[in-house]
Nanobody
Framework: QVQLVESGGGLVQAGGSLRLSCAAS????????MGWYRQAPGNQRERVAA???????YYADSVKGRFTISRDNAKDTVYLQMNSLKPEDTAVYYC?????????WGQGTQVTVSS
């Protein structure tokens, strides 16, 4: 059974950095396009970054130039380095495949950016 466990969130001041990790069970990282998603209160969940099996990356315009997605297939782990954080980045962050699989959603990790 696939499990995705996100970690690394926290409270940070605007302009700060955080590194999120997503540890997967079930050997799915190497076999799939992986993505980071986020959901802020009152908003729909949105995809902010994705990485192909070959390492090509995609970013939403709102995070381009500030966030970097990476993967370690041997560790079945996906990372999201977030720099120059803004209050509007405040959300619960999740990882999942692209396209996502409903049953794979984990608990997410809360990121709060204070102004």
């Amino acid at each position: 059974q696939v499990q995705l466990v996100e970690s690394g969130g926290g409270l940070v001041q605007a302009g700060g950095s955080l590194r999120l990790s997503c540890a997967a069970s079930g050997s799915i990282v190497g076999a799939n396009v992986m993505g980071w998603y986020r959901q802020a209160p009152g908003n729909q969940r949105e995809r902010v970054a994705a990485i192909s099996r070959g390492g090509a990356s995609y970013y939403a315009d709102s995070v381009k130039g500030r966030f970097t997605i990476s993967r370690d297939n041997a560790k079945d782990t996906v990372y999201l380095q977030m720099n120059s954080l803004k209050p509007e980045d405040t959300a619960v962050y999740y990882c999942n495949t692209v396209p996502y699989v409903q049953d794979y959603w984990g608990q997410g990790t809360q990121v709060t950016v204070s102004s």
